[in-house]
């Protein structure tokens, strides 16, 4: 080959024909695996609720036609948490069946011999894979959370014919107030019925509690406003007073509250924040950090996977497929019991990190050492 023909393999377009078949192969891949993941799921779970579905709509006289559109539109709800639970898997899926594909057709090793390394033969795939990672960020943080209240809204509904929570819930806001015992609805964002209560004086000699009911907050004012009076019992130094409150001063509003409900791909960054400092349980602040690293999966993975399958025997390929698929599934094994370790005994730094940064210098290791 020529200097000059080599010059331009090194030096042409960012993405020229060949990263452009790659990438096709790749998203082709992607696309098939997700669906499958996605229809398993559907399958799965539609089964597990279809008696409860049936016997709801049975209740309510819910018209069959009406009952298929709400069950399509909760399992349609479900797809963005669905994706990013299963993303960084089906990635390293779509990188394995491209490169099988290539090394099937027997078009890698003529396309390394044209002067390209590794690295930039499957510079596509990298992209996708940080494209990917994007993509899971910003599900994660405009989509997810919109849809999860709907979606868990529209499960209990299906499920039970109900749209209202019991939160056995212990919070106290900014303005000392704890909330407990809490009925609420996410569709709504109106809260049913909350138990309040507030200590005040340094013994905490002032009590006072009350039961409100059908709460709404005012979003401008910050304040809870109740559709009819509720008793607010004062107790101080034995004497009793009861006072008539329609309005609760508070700096927990329903985001906060319908976030309780949420699973951890339905919370966005922000309101893991809140979590975090409402309740200052370990499990939300290591889902803060595990939100940034679990995106970061699509590209480690793929570090991780490609030595093991660019094997140019046929015999070795197979066995380099397998071990793809093994080492990957350790990576989440290890990442899902250091998450839990996190949530009772680990710091969350160390919990969230440690895979990423250990198997992110593992996977760097292992592909600069492929074979060429």
Same mark, same amino acid.
């Given at each position: 080959?020529?200097?000059?023909?080599?010059?331009?393999? =090194?030096?042409?377009? &960012? #993405?020229?024909?060949?990263?452009?078949?790659?990438?096709? /192969?790749?998203?082709?891949?992607?696309?098939?695996?997700?669906?499958?993941?996605?229809?398993? &799921?559907?399958?799965?779970?539609?089964?597990?609720?279809?008696?409860?579905?049936?016997?709801?709509?049975?209740?309510?006289? +819910?018209?069959?036609? !009406?009952?298929?559109?709400?069950?399509?539109? #909760?399992? #349609?709800?479900?797809?963005?948490?669905?994706?990013?639970?299963?993303?960084? &898997?089906?990635?390293?899926?779509?990188?394995?069946?491209?490169? @099988?594909? +290539?090394?099937?057709?027997? $078009?890698?090793?003529?396309?390394?011999?044209?002067?390209? =390394?590794?690295?930039?033969?499957?510079?596509?795939?990298?992209?996708?894979?940080?494209?990917?990672?994007? /993509?899971?960020?910003?599900?994660?943080? %405009?989509?997810?959370?919109?849809?999860? =209240?709907?979606? +868990?809204? %529209?499960?209990?509904?299906?499920?039970?014919?109900?749209?209202?929570?019991? *939160?056995? +819930?212990?919070?106290?806001?900014?303005?000392?107030?704890?909330?407990?015992?809490?009925?609420?609805?996410?569709?709504?964002?109106?809260?049913?019925?909350?138990?309040?209560?507030?200590?005040?004086? $340094?013994?905490?000699?002032?009590? @006072?509690?009350?039961?409100?009911?059908?709460?709404?907050?005012?979003?401008? @004012? !910050?304040?809870?406003?109740?559709?009819?009076?509720?008793?607010?019992?004062?107790?101080?130094?034995?004497?009793?007073?009861?006072?008539? %409150?329609?309005?609760?001063?508070?700096?927990?509003?329903?985001?906060?509250?319908?976030?309780?409900?949420?699973?951890?791909?339905?919370?966005?960054?922000?309101?893991?924040?809140?979590?975090?400092?409402?309740?200052?349980?370990?499990?939300?602040?290591?889902? *803060?950090?595990?939100?940034?690293?679990?995106?970061?999966?699509?590209?480690?993975?793929?570090?991780?996977?490609?030595?093991?399958?660019?094997?140019?025997?046929?015999?070795?390929?197979?066995?380099?497929?397998?071990?793809?698929?093994?080492?990957?599934?350790?990576?989440?094994?290890?990442?899902?019991?250091?998450?839990?370790?996190?949530?009772?005994?680990?710091?969350?730094?160390?919990?969230?990190?440690?895979?990423?940064?250990?198997?992110?210098?593992?996977?760097?290791? %292992?592909?600069?050492?492929?074979?060429?």
């Amino acid at each position: 080959m020529s200097d000059e023909s080599v010059r331009f393999a =090194s030096h042409g377009p &960012f #993405l020229d024909r060949v990263d452009r078949y790659i990438a096709r /192969i790749f998203c082709s891949s992607y696309l098939v695996a997700f669906l499958f993941f996605f229809g398993a &799921f559907v399958v799965i779970d539609l089964f597990s609720r279809a008696d409860d579905f049936i016997e709801t709509a049975g209740a309510l006289g +819910i018209p069959g036609g !009406k009952m298929v559109s709400m069950v399509a539109a #909760l399992y #349609l709800y479900s797809s963005p948490s669905v994706f990013l639970q299963v993303a960084p &898997f089906v990635t390293v899926i779509g990188v394995i069946v491209t490169v @099988a594909r +290539i090394l099937q057709a027997n $078009e890698l090793i003529p396309i390394l011999m044209s002067g390209r =390394s590794v690295f930039r033969t499957l510079r596509s795939v990298f992209l996708m894979g940080g494209i990917l990672t994007l /993509i899971m960020i910003l599900i994660q943080e %405009l989509v997810s959370p919109y849809v999860g =209240s709907r979606r +868990i809204s %529209l499960a209990e509904y299906l499920s039970d014919g109900e749209r209202v929570f019991d *939160l056995d +819930i212990f919070i106290q806001d900014q303005q000392g107030r704890i909330w407990s015992k809490v009925k609420f609805d996410p569709a709504t964002e109106i809260v049913h019925e909350a138990s309040l209560s507030l200590r005040e004086g $340094e013994q905490g000699e002032v009590f @006072a509690h009350g039961v409100a009911q059908f709460l709404r907050y005012d979003q401008a @004012a !910050k304040v809870w406003r109740a559709k009819e009076p509720f008793d607010w019992t004062v107790e101080n130094d034995k004497v009793v007073t009861v006072e008539q %409150l329609t309005e609760i001063e508070s700096s927990i509003d329903p985001a906060q509250i319908g976030a309780l409900l949420k699973e951890a791909f339905d919370l966005s960054f922000q309101e893991l924040g809140h979590l975090s400092a409402l309740t200052e349980e370990p499990r939300y602040q290591v889902l *803060l950090h595990y939100h940034v690293t679990f995106p970061l999966t699509n590209v480690l993975l793929i570090l991780l996977a490609l030595p093991f399958v660019i094997r140019y025997e046929k015999r070795s390929m197979l066995l380099g497929l397998a071990a793809a698929f093994f080492v990957c599934g350790v990576y989440f094994g290890i990442d899902m019991a250091m998450r839990s370790l996190g949530e009772n005994y680990l710091h969350p730094v160390l919990a969230a990190w440690f895979t990423p940064i250990f198997f992110g210098a593992l996977g760097i290791s %292992l592909f600069d050492g492929i074979r060429t």
